[in-house]
């Protein structure tokens, strides 16, 4: 299942495949385009296109209709594990940038569309028609049962309808020669016959040596990979709400004003339930809110009145608690207690040593806490880590070894010389998946030993495939007559035609990316 929808993984913001995802579509363009700038703040973006900023409610609604597309496909619901198989996030990502610049690019090249071509574009979708005509009856109850009014649907329609102008802008400009055809018609039916020498990591690693030296370079080169991480320890006290609820008590109004400030907590299937029914769940929650607010008050308290003598111990004592402690731990591998509490950790690795902190708010209660101990960041000695460096260091040097060597066997091809160790595939057609004879799998070599003739029988550089290695040498060409080819011709420039086509909007967008300031909320990233 996964395998067919990453098939349909580009198409479907590009086409709309089905009738119902055309409606989520357009109903995504416009919730992501339609209500403009108005009302960001200045930070209050997922991505920025140029002068173009799309909010996280925006990007929001672009990823919950595209994952709908999906489940729809699969008709079933997607789980957090497919989404990321999928890549959702990224997709949903490209979508609103390459959108918002094709919509910067049709104001720049004056593209509009008319009213006109939206009445025409809504009486061509199937979907609206009944008899082979279009039924306004239809059209009204589809937009009905997904949740469009027609203003927005056309509204939607219109911006696809912009974009599609502008795309085939671009693709119009594309071509295909006689000469590209006949390329093509040769390909297809030539066959060739390559000698090759592989290289790989494992085959020349008996021949890695490596100095201390080269080892401690390693080591320095990527740290990062074994540097020691910053450490602290801490001690802390946790004040929670329920040691200081007793005696608290809630009125009428107070619960009244909880009520109102979270009505989005007491609905039902989309409706708000009414206070007298949901009385008793407000009362429980307004009193949780209150001992929470006045725990951390009192922490808050606490710490002012200590924090000049750093004494987490007297402070502790105002509430009659225990102070914990903590052994070193690293950012990323905190102690079990304290395990989940995000903001404690950050926290305490942006404090010195000796340092109060706090209060710090978490499911928990609200924390006090005071850094015992702060280790920076160290690289350890080679000999602590020697092995590992030895192997990372040895497997990259074989890397490099094995490119090396094909290198210098493309050199020795291209002056008429054999390299040991030379094989032949023996005669091939090509393939689509690029499988060769002797060699497996490589569409790159596949369309590389196809472009090659007894004037250049050498490409200039060498191959990888997997981890190895190939330097490779056409040994003989069987041309095909190219008698049947005037009568082929036209068909195969259609055939092509499209593949241009995709390739010159993707080559295009990438244009665009390249000119365009582009910027992704680290925030958005991070989720």
Known sequence: MLGIMRKYKQSIIIKGVFAIIVLSFIGTIFLVWGTGEEGLGKSDYAVKVGRTKISYEQFQENYNRLRNMYQQLSNQPLTPEMEKQLGLKKLAIENVVNTALMRNEAKRTGVTVSKEEVINAIAAIPAFQKDGAFNAQIYHQLLQANH?????????????????????????????????????????????????????????????????????????????????PEQVSISYVLLTPAMVASGLNVTNDDMLTYYQKNIDRYQDKGNILPFEEVKERVRTDALRFKAAKLAYEKAADALNRNLKSADLDAAARTFGLKV????????????????????????????????????????????????????????????????????????????????????????????????????????????????????????????????????????????????????????????????DFPGQKEQIKLGMLQGKREEAVVNWLKDLRNKTKIEINPLLLAE
Not at 156 to 165: M, N, P, R
Not at 174 to 184: K, R
Not at 438 to 444: A, L, N, V, W
């Open 148 to 228: 469009l009014t027609p203003q927005v649907f056309e509204e939607g329609l219109k911006e696809e309808l912009l974009l599609k102008k502008v795309r085939q802008q671009v693709m119009d400009r594309v071509s295909v020669s006689d000469a590209e055809a006949l390329q093509i018609f040769k390909k297809q039916r030539d066959r060739v016959e390559l000698s090759f020498v592989s290289f790989s990591p494992a085959g020349v690693k008996p021949l890695v040596k490596l100095t201390d030296s080269d080892l401690n370079m390693y080591l320095q080169n990527h740290r990062n990979e074994f540097k020691i």
């Open 324 to 483: 914990e402690k903590t052994s070193l731990f690293a950012l990323q591998q905190p102690p079990a207690p304290i395990a989940g509490e995000g903001d404690l950790i950050r926290k305490s690795f942006a404090l010195r040593q000796g340092e109060l902190g706090g209060p710090v708010e978490t499911n928990k209660g609200v924390y006090l806490f005071k850094i015992i101990e702060k280790k920076p960041s160290t690289l350890p000695a080679l000999a602590q880590v020697r092995p590992r460096v030895e192997k990372l260091a040895s497997d990259e040097k074989a890397r490099e070894l094995a490119n090396r060597k094909a290198m210098e066997a493309v050199a020795l091809m291209s002056q008429g010389k054999t390299p040991e160790n030379l094989k032949d595939t023996g005669p091939f057609s090509f393939s689509g998946n690029g499988e060769i004879p002797g060699i497996g799998k490589s569409p790159e070599i596949m369309e590389a030993a196809f472009a090659l003739t007894q004037a250049a029988p050498v490409p200039k550089v060498p191959f990888k495939s997997g981890e190895t290695w190939y330097a490779v040498k056409l040994k003989k060409r069987t041309d095909t007559d190219t008698k």
